[in-house]
Every structure is written in C-alpha cells, then in structure tokens.
C-alpha cells in the first residue's frame, strides 16, 4: 500500500533536539497538530455532509425518488466503511501530512463531478467514491494525536479535536442551506469543494508527522507516562498482519466496540441523514430551518462531547459507563420527536440538540476505548474496523428508514432508530467495568505474542 508510493511513507527520525528546544517546541508542535487536524478533519464534512442537506431540492429536480435518495445515502456508507478499514491499516503505515490532503483533494473532485453530472448512476457511482476518499480524514488524525498526547490525556484531547465534525457538519447546514436558497442545489456541492481543496494546501504547511520526524522525544518520553524499555517498543512500526491480525481480529475487546458501534450509529444518523428531510415533509419545515436541525444536532454535541470525555478521563477512563448514560436520553429524545406537536417546531429542534449532546460523546468514548486495548501504532486500523461496523449499521439506516417511510410512515422509521439505541445500551453495559488500567492488566488472545509489536497500548 503506502510502499507504492514514497511521498507517502512515514517520515524518518531525525537528530534530537536540545533540551532548551525541546521545551519551547514541543507544546508549540502539539498546538499545532491539534489545530490542523481540527481544521482538516471538521473541513472533510463540509464534503460529506452537504448531499442530505439538499435531498430534497435535488430529489425534486431530477426526479429522484426516496428510495433513489436512500441508495445515495447508502452506497458512501458502504464504500466509507469499508474504505476506514483499509485506509485505516494504510495511514497507520503513512505519513498524516501527504495522506490527509490527498483525501481531502479526492473528495473535492468528486464533489465537484457530482455537481455537473444528471444521470443517476453516475451519481451513485461518485458519492460511492466520495465515500471511500472520505475514509482517508479520520485515521491520520488519530494517528497524530496518538503520537502527539498520551493514553492519560486521551479522553479530553479526543473530546476536544472530536469536535470538529459538530463543527464541520453544523456548518455545513448553513453553508449548503444558504447556497442553495442564492445559487441553486449544485452549489451546495461546488462551494464545499472549493473550501476543502483550499484545505488540503493548508495542510501540508501546518501538518506533520512523529515528534521524532521534527527531532523531538517520543510522547512517553516527554510526559514520563511509561517505563524505558515500552517508550522504546512503543515506537516500532508493525506489519500488515500484526495489525489485521494480532491487534484487531484476534482481539475480543474491539470486536465488542465494533458491534455496539453499530447500533449506536444508526442513533446517530438516523435525524443527520433524515432530519431535515423528515421536519420539511411532517412537520413543515422550510429548507433553512430543515439545515437549522443539522446545525442544532452538531453544534450541541460539542459540549457534550467535551464534557463527556473530560469525565471519563476524571473517573479513570470509564469510557462503556459513560456512553450507557449517554445512550439513555437518545432512546428518549427519539420518542418525544415521534409525539412532538406539528405546530411546534422548536420542540424537534431542542430535542435533536439532546440526541446530538449526547450520541458523539457514545461514539467518541467507543473509539476512545477501542484506543486503550490496543497500539497506537494500530489507531487507525482499530478505528477503522469499529467504524466498518458503524457504517454497516448507517448503511441499514439510510436504506431502512427509505423503505420503512415508503412503506409505513415516519413513526414506523423512527421506532426502529429506538429499537436500535436500546441495543446500543445492551451492548455498551458489557463495557461498564472497562478502563485503561483494567487494559494494562488483560491481555486479549493475539495481544499475548506481539512479535514486533508494541507493549505500550494493554
């Protein structure tokens, strides 16, 4: 993969700094990773997130039908899981810096390509790779701030850089909502894409790789989180199979995340892929309050995000306890949504601002955990495989809830996202007692023999 082309390859070690140097540097180059990686990620939604914005409006000028509109939605699903596996092994074996712009740059021509185009298998053909290039935004974060903060700082620093997609994905209901009302639905295509090819530059001026690649200690090293001999193993780049293998399929934990992510997924796309549609059909909405829920769902999350991810560093990393509390009021919200009155549209604004609150910070403390029972040379192969099951379940959202409406009605659809949030709680109580120091104490079957692999991460 990444061998193929060079630019990509991680970049080498070099000499080490002074001490003096290392000091001023160091909180300086962490900044900046945590802003670029912000920025870059939030700026990928901007391109994810615009096509249910405009489902309606573009539905209406091409004839698509709602089961059309679900296949759209379901295909970059597909194509985005999938792709999260495998540019997750690939960015573990890359360097963040090349790997994250290429992405973005993808994603933007493909973008700009749906725009022209009429015809609806192309259509489906490139939201298909818009999905898989959008799979290249996650894993080269995770894989930076793997390598920029420590295991006990990881719930607050990944809460906090977590919000970028509440911010990319809440801008993107103004940004699109507003484009089209002045320059039509194609727009709510072409104004993203210029925005993240402008990104993608910014990136490769901000963005870098390892602390050692611009001479500076590894982070174990620097926070003086880990004895000597795991700071040194910790830095050894794994193989193909060590990561597939030893660190993800031989690992019950992940699989444990993977499949409440699941569930927990469908939760969280089902009012982000249908929302504004469903407030213009029932409850009346116009296109700008129909992107105004997107931006009410997005921007509240990154409160709760924050919050919940501090709290969960503060109760020594209780990450599956907090998401079950967190599950709880989603599975409530979904039904005061069911029996709000038509006439009362801030009700349903209110409560996708709760679903929001507290569905991200479900999802971040799942990867979180995901994170604490395995390398952080294997972060984005671990992150990859609990989000090929997350968009597993958002693929049976977005083609569920098309044949639910069309066959039953909105209640039907909204009643089977419940229906998947209870599960999500099911599941998510397995993971009550789990924490980082319960991960240093318990060995999963294929993390027992690590060949060349890090000692650092259980």
Known sequence: ?????????????????????????????????????????????LVRNNLPIVTKEMGASLHYSKGQIGDLLAITAITYGIGKLFMGAWSDRSNPRYFMPMGLLLTAFCNFAFATMHSYPIHLALWGMNGLFQSMGWAPCGRSLGHWYSIRERGTTFAFWNVAQNVGGG??????????????????????????????????????????SVGLPPIEEYRNDYPAVEKADSEKELGTRDLLVNYILKNPYIWLFAAANFFVYIARYGMLDWGPYYLQEVKHANLVEGGG???????????????????????????????????????????????????????????????????????????????????????????????LFGYLGRVTESKGIG????????????????????????????????????????????????SEGNKSGV
């Open 403 to 450: 044949i639910l409406v069309v066959r039953y009605n909105w209640n039907a659809a909204l009643y089977a996202i419940m229906a998947s949030a209870f599960m999500g709680i099911v599941l998510l109580s397995w993971m009550w007692k789990l924490s980082p120091r319960r991960a240093e104490q318990i060995k999963p079957p294929g993390l027992t023999k690590r």
């Open 293 to 387: 829920s997107t931006a009410a769902l997005e921007f509240s999350a990154i409160f709760g995000t924050i919050l919940m991810g501090w709290l969960s560093d503060k109760l020594g990393g209780r990450r599956g306890m907090i998401s079950v509390f967190c599950m709880i009021p989603v599975f409530l919200a979904y039904l005061g949504i069911i029996f709000s009155p038509d006439n009362k549209l801030w009700i349903d604004l209110v409560l996708f601002g709760v679903i929001g609150f507290f569905v991200y910070p479900a999802i971040l403390l799942l990867v979180v955990s995901a994170l604490d029972y395995t390398s952080k040379k294997a972060v984005g192969t671990a992150a990859g495989f609990i989000g």
């Open 171 to 212: 801008l993107t209901g103004l940004i699109v909502a507003y484009s089209t009302v002045l320059l039509g639905w194609r727009s709510a295509f072409y104004v993203p894409g210029i925005l993240a090819a402008l990104c993608a530059i910014y990136l490769i001026v901000r963005l870098r790789d390892t602390p050692q």
């Open 1 to 45: 993969m990444a061998w193929n082309f060079p630019f990509l390859k991680p970049a080498p070690h070099i000499a080490k700094l002074p001490e003096a140097q290392i000091k001023r540097l160091y909180p300086k180059m962490r900044w900046q990773i945590m802003e670029s990686t912000f920025i870059g990620y939030a700026i990928f939604y």
